[in-house]
């Protein structure tokens, strides 16, 4: 195979990930969800890969990292940030960076709003950029099996 026949990454149209979600709790709920680690810890991460460690101090300046563990291998993922904008219960903004070499390793931004609808949270969660398609579509599997989880969790929160 010729350097100019190797496959290539998917051109991006769009280098932005938009996430909708209505979840079933009000929003001070989905809020302490997001932003206590004791909480958080437990949706945290793709179905397959579960946080087993987070931390956060979710104030602008504020520094969060994580750890997720594949369940089919035990390898460990490591993710970190800094929080830029913390507006309680309305708006969650965080820097994001895997600690990988290459694209993986690249700092997003990722922007999180919480719109309460009458006892019921509308979350519009915006992760940006991506250099890849592959990238983006992965990142976009991995919070939908989190958040997905962080639905079960706000049930529980319920019930306490």
């Not at 989905?30 to 101090?57: C, F, I, R, S, Y």
């Not at 070499?101 to 915006?126: C, H, N, P, S, Y």
């Given at each position: ?28 709920r989905v809020w302490k969800a997001w932003t206590d ?27 969060w990292t994580g750890r997720l563990r594949s369940e ?89």
């Amino acid at each position: 195979m010729t350097a100019s026949s190797k496959p290539s990454k998917s051109a991006l149209a769009e280098p932005e990930l938009v996430i909708m979600r209505v979840f079933n709790a009000p929003r001070e709920r989905v809020w302490k969800a997001w932003t206590d680690p004791k909480l958080a810890v437990q949706w945290w991460g793709p179905k397959h890969h579960p946080a087993t460690h987070l931390e956060m101090d979710a104030r602008p300046g504020g520094l969060w990292t994580g750890r997720l563990r594949s369940e089919a291998d035990g390898a460990v993922l490591t993710h970190r940030g800094v929080f830029r904008e913390v507006v309680a219960p309305e708006r969650l903004v965080f820097t994001f960076a895997w600690d990988e070499e290459g694209e993986r390793g690249l700092e997003t931004l990722v922007t999180i709003t919480f719109a309460d609808q009458g006892g019921k949270t509308l979350m519009t969660f915006r992760q940006i950029p991506f250099q890849s398609a592959e990238e983006r579509d992965g990142h976009r599997g991995g919070w939908t099996s989190a958040f997905d989880r962080f639905d079960d969790q706000l049930l529980e929160l319920k019930g306490s």
